[in-house]
């Protein structure tokens, strides 16, 4: 499958990114089941923790969208080799579907793919299944 119009809506998400303390500026695009795409940036805080990541972004906007079935996701960056989402993101992503497609790519083009049960192969889904079963 290609996912450039997926990866064109996360670089053009990117350009509206918040890091002036990183200047690591990252968007996210998300591609939903229905075939929306719901697109996220990362907005950093003085406080660090507060920060929001782009995927977390993305998905809260699909949420809000009404639509939670995910199927893919690219995240562009300007590093030089392509970035997978942080754990948080990763297990936040896994709530909705644990095989979702992650596509990681640079503004350079380099671009990498990954499942996310590869990604996050012992996420609380799988807990979750076996504290039910006790």
Same mark, same amino acid.
């Given at each position: 499958? #290609?996912?450039?119009?997926? %990866?064109? &809506?996360?670089?053009? @998400?990117?350009?509206? *990114?918040? !890091?002036?303390?990183? $200047?690591?500026?990252?968007?996210?695009?998300?591609?939903?089941?229905?075939?929306?795409?719901?697109?996220?940036?990362?907005?950093?805080?003085? #406080?660090?923790?507060?920060? %929001?990541? &782009?995927?977390?972004? @993305?998905?809260?906007? *699909?949420? !809000?969208?009404?639509? $939670?079935?995910?199927?893919?996701?690219?995240?562009?960056?300007?590093?030089?080799?392509?970035?997978?989402?942080?754990?948080?993101?990763?297990?936040?992503?896994?709530?909705?579907?644990?095989?979702?497609?992650?596509?990681?790519?640079?503004?350079?083009?380099?671009?990498?793919?990954?499942?996310?049960?590869?990604?996050?192969?012992?996420?609380?889904?799988?807990?979750?299944?076996?504290?039910?079963?006790?």
């Amino acid at each position: 499958m #290609s996912y450039t119009k997926l %990866i064109e &809506a996360a670089t053009r @998400a990117r350009s509206r *990114a918040h !890091a002036p303390y990183s $200047k690591f500026s990252v968007g996210a695009a998300l591609l939903t089941k229905s075939g929306t795409i719901f697109t996220g940036c990362n907005v950093e805080n003085v #406080s660090l923790g507060l920060t %929001i990541c &782009a995927e977390r972004s @993305a998905v809260a906007a *699909a949420v !809000a969208g009404g639509d $939670k079935e995910l199927a893919a996701i690219a995240i562009v960056t300007d590093f030089p080799e392509p970035v997978f989402p942080c754990g948080a993101c990763r297990q936040v992503l896994a709530e909705f579907n644990p095989e979702l497609e992650v596509v990681a790519s640079t503004i350079g083009g380099r671009n990498e793919t990954a499942l996310l049960s590869k990604l996050l192969p012992c996420s609380d889904q799988k807990i979750l299944e076996s504290i039910t079963n006790v």
